[in-house]
């Protein structure tokens, strides 16, 4: 459309493209055919959800009367719908995946922390761990699309941060599996990734273990300040690798918040190493 | 009931406790954010430790308006007498 043209109309062209891809990567794996399809599974995706937070999940709440029971029945039907959905575009061939150690998550009383390259990290590992619950984004409570399938799960507002606490103390306690992105939201690409303290105090308030997931995805896609449409020159691949129980009775015999600084710390750099190592 | 003094060296002691803060830094007017540097987590950690001394159930909502240490015994003493 303005291919070779440097007038000043278009002098700000490059302002509409990202310049962390580099535009001669030749676009490969049926690029078109993938950018239409993502769309299309966004489209779905948004449905999907909808439909189970507005239709499916009610029915369960009119059937099942015992909370508990409730959360985990919608969970397992939230966690199915993940599940088929990854395992659908990988059918499909918009994406890949490779899930290392999954057998590891879903123990009672386990948190699992991972990093956020992605928008749809959350679809492997509940889609994998259907039972756990999840800290998700307060504004997902509100969202019209998400509200019915965040309340039905019983998952759990990051805001406020007492509430949060205490509600992921909690569901710990009890002996559920929790889930937190201790980012608190998607990594910037390129940015060293900034945690909140507010796993490790979590962790050591109530968790029985907790599991570090590293994630990584290749070429990357769907990160944060990135619209869908963005895809990448060629076929994306998530790595997700489960990595060793971390020990906490180690840090436990400090006072809670100095103990938590600690287990912050080293969280943070457990992170950082892993996501500069590429396997 | 306990006297403000008590609620303050409680306070105090509960924050060199914690958070391993020399106790010539915990005054009356020193600020939670500023001077002692206590985040938002670190409030919830306090305040559960502080309702398991005096065996009262608060919501750190009630701690909202708590900007210094004198603010919080202020909020503790108002607590015990209700």
Known sequence: ?279 | MKSRQEIFDIVRRSLVELFELDEPVVVPEARFDDDLEIDSIDAVDLVDHLSRIFERRVSPRDFRSVRTVNDLIDCIDRLQTQ
Not at chain 1, 180 to 192: I, Q, W
């Open chain 1, 1 to 279: 459309m303005m291919r070779g043209r440097t007038d000043r109309l278009h002098a700000h062209a490059s302002d509409y493209f990202a310049s962390d891809e580099p535009p001669a990567v030749k676009r490969t794996d049926y690029y078109w055919l993938r950018l239409v399809g993502t769309g299309l599974w966004f489209l779905v995706f948004g449905l999907v959800t909808f439909v189970l937070g507005f239709v499916v999940l009610p029915v369960i709440r009119l059937v099942t009367w015992d909370r508990a029971r409730r959360e985990h029945r919608s969970r397992a039907v939230l966690g199915g719908g993940m599940r088929s959905f990854v395992h659908s575009v990988r059918a499909l061939r918009f994406i890949d995946f490779e899930f290392i150690g999954r057998e590891k998550l879903g123990r009672p009383g386990q948190l699992i922390v991972a990093n956020h390259p992605t928008l749809i990290d959350v679809c492997f590992l509940l889609g994998f761990a259907p039972t756990a619950s999840c800290i998700v984004k307060a504004s997902h409570f509100r969202n019209p699309i998400t509200r019915g399938a965040v309340i039905g799960a019983g998952y759990i507002p990051n805001a406020p941060t007492e509430d949060m606490i205490h509600a992921a103390e909690a569901a710990l306690q009890g002996g559920e599996t929790l889930l937190m992105f201790p980012e608190g939201t998607r990594t910037v690409p390129g940015k060293p990734l900034t945690m909140q303290r507010g796993a490790a105090n979590v962790a050591l308030r109530a968790a029985r273990v907790l599991t570090p997931v590293f994630i990584s995805c290749e070429p990357s896609t769907l990160s944060k300040n990135l619209p869908w449409y963005r895809i990448p020159p060629s076929r994306p691949k998530w790595t997700l690798r489960v990595g060793d129980d971390i020990d906490l009775g180690a840090y436990r015999d400090a006072p809670l918040p100095i103990a938590s600084r600690r287990l912050h710390a080293d969280l943070a750099g457990l992170f950082a190493g892993a996501n500069t190592v590429r396997d």
